[in-house]
């Protein structure tokens, strides 16, 4: 059985915060299953945006794991913001994460897929 959203956030949110950074939940979605989208956000002023792996992505070993892909990156925080736009307008159910992971790597916090 999956885990929950929102259980799923809720411990994205102790490990970020675990790891000496900073999260908060932008949207609340669906408790259940709804798509969870994170919004990472450097020091510097990048910015990336990672979204559900496509189901090609899961292993059949672990198919209760959440993996996720990069949908973009940059310093243009406005383009993202639009894409998140289109993804609620598609699905109003998504969870929207942002998190500052300070000195770890998002890639240790989710699991990204290429």
């Given at each position: 059985?999956?885990?929950?959203?929102?259980?799923?956030?809720?411990?994205?949110?102790?490990?970020?915060?675990?790891?000496?950074?900073?999260?908060a939940?932008?949207?609340?979605?669906?408790?259940?299953?709804?798509?969870?989208?994170?919004?990472?956000?450097?020091?510097?002023?990048?910015?990336?945006?990672?979204?559900?792996?496509?189901?090609?992505?899961?292993?059949?070993a672990?198919?209760?794991?959440?993996?996720?892909?990069?949908?973009?990156a940059?310093?243009?925080?406005?383009?993202?913001?639009?894409?998140?736009?289109?993804?609620?307008?598609?699905?109003?159910d998504?969870?929207?994460?942002?998190?500052?992971?300070?000195?770890?790597?998002?890639?240790?916090?989710?699991?990204?897929?290429?």
């Amino acid at each position: 059985m999956r885990v929950t959203s929102d259980l799923w956030v809720s411990a994205l949110l102790r490990r970020v915060f675990g790891a000496g950074g900073f999260a908060a939940v932008v949207k609340r979605g669906a408790t259940e299953a709804g798509a969870v989208f994170v919004l990472a956000r450097g020091r510097l002023g990048e910015v990336a945006l990672f979204g559900p792996a496509p189901q090609t992505s899961y292993d059949s070993a672990k198919p209760d794991d959440r993996f996720f892909s990069l949908l973009g990156a940059g310093d243009d925080a406005s383009v993202l913001d639009a894409r998140l736009e289109r993804e609620k307008k598609f699905d109003p159910d998504i969870w929207v994460v942002e998190i500052e992971a300070g000195a770890v790597p998002v890639e240790e916090l989710i699991s990204v897929k290429p």
